[in-house]
């Protein structure tokens, strides 16, 4: 019996939201697999930056702490994933099941807000989607940033699966802040957005499209800048063992290694000093 109360997830995504720019605008754009929301901001004319949130129940607002600073030299537009949290809505059934579904949708998403180019970011899951459009894509993408990528360039520690599991086979408000508490390993995560997670728990989403790692060759192919901020603190995988992976494959990347945070707390807790290397990086 699902736990998910829209009553309770749609003030608490507000409360978060409430903490962007507040030129902040909404938009729908209609794809195959449905209506994708975006929240925008930044002035329209300056070049796009399309933003993917991590997985399990993050959504656009995740990006509060940044926007702001992106904002002065970008159009951002934040997405909720189709299937996932948030206010994108599915058309019937339709979702997107396969790494080419992701890039049919993020095409049409891209073709919609008017962009035949962009800047593309992602944080853990959606750090994925991002790369794997960058190698399906690469016309489309013209700088891409990283922030602690899951199942780009290392797998799950067992630690982080195992302490997962009960979340992720009953979800419910208490199991999702236990289990993003035991991750954060100590440090404070922004209540808002912790109440936001807790009100996702039980929602109806869809499978996510999983799949394996890029290929050596794949990545070794990837022409495009790439910036991948990992976690200093991060039980989902091994730092280290991503960024000595990353940097042997990919031919332009750079690499930072963010002290004292963990994965979950990315972005939505990250020290300003993030938005501000996100915002020289862009800038090239």
């Known amino acids: 019996m699902s736990t998910?109360?829209?009553d309770a997830f749609q003030p608490a995504y507000d409360k978060v939201m409430?903490?962007?720019p507040a030129e902040r605008e909404?938009?729908?754009v209609s794809t195959p697999f449905g209506t994708t929301y975006v929240n925008a901001c930044g002035p329209p004319d300056a070049p796009p930056l399309l933003l993917l949130p991590g997985g399990g129940g993050a959504t656009s607002a995740s990006w509060h702490a940044q926007a702001a600073d992106l904002a002065r030299n970008?159009?951002?537009l934040a997405v909720d994933l189709i299937g996932a949290p948030g206010r994108s809505e599915r058309a019937g059934d339709r979702h997107p099941r396969t790494v080419a579904d992701l890039s049919v949708w993020l095409d049409a998403l891209l073709d919609g807000l008017g962009a035949e180019t962009a800047d593309m970011g992602g944080h853990s899951y959606g750090g994925w989607i991002a790369l794997r459009y960058a190698l399906l894509a690469p016309a489309r993408v013209r700088r891409l940033f990283l922030l602690d990528p899951?199942?780009?360039f290392a797998g799950y520690k067992a630690a982080y699966l195992l302490h997962a599991l009960p979340m992720l086979l009953r979800p419910a408000p208490h199991r999702v802040r236990a289990f993003?508490?035991?991750e954060a390993g100590g440090v404070a995560l922004d209540p808002d957005w912790l109440r936001l997670q807790e009100t996702a728990a039980g929602f109806p989403s869809v499978k996510p499209v999983t799949g394996p790692r890029p290929t050596p060759e794949a990545l070794r192919g990837l022409?495009?800048?790439v910036l991948l901020c990992l976690a200093g603190n991060s039980r989902t995988h091994d730092a280290r063992a991503v960024a000595a992976r990353a940097g042997g494959l990919l031919p332009r990347v750079e690499t930072d290694v963010l002290p004292g945070i963990s994965h979950h707390a990315l972005p939505q807790a990250a020290p300003a000093e993030l938005g501000r290397r996100l915002t020289d990086f862009l800038g090239g």
Do not use: F, G, N
Request: glycine share 0%; hydrophobic share 40%; with cysteine.
């Open 26 to 28: 909404a938009i729908r």
């Open 180 to 182: 993003l508490e035991w």
């Open 150 to 152: 899951t199942q780009c």
């Open 18 to 20: 409430a903490k962007w």
């Open 4 to 6: 998910y109360d829209s």
């Open 74 to 76: 970008h159009r951002v």
């Open 223 to 225: 022409e495009a800048p």
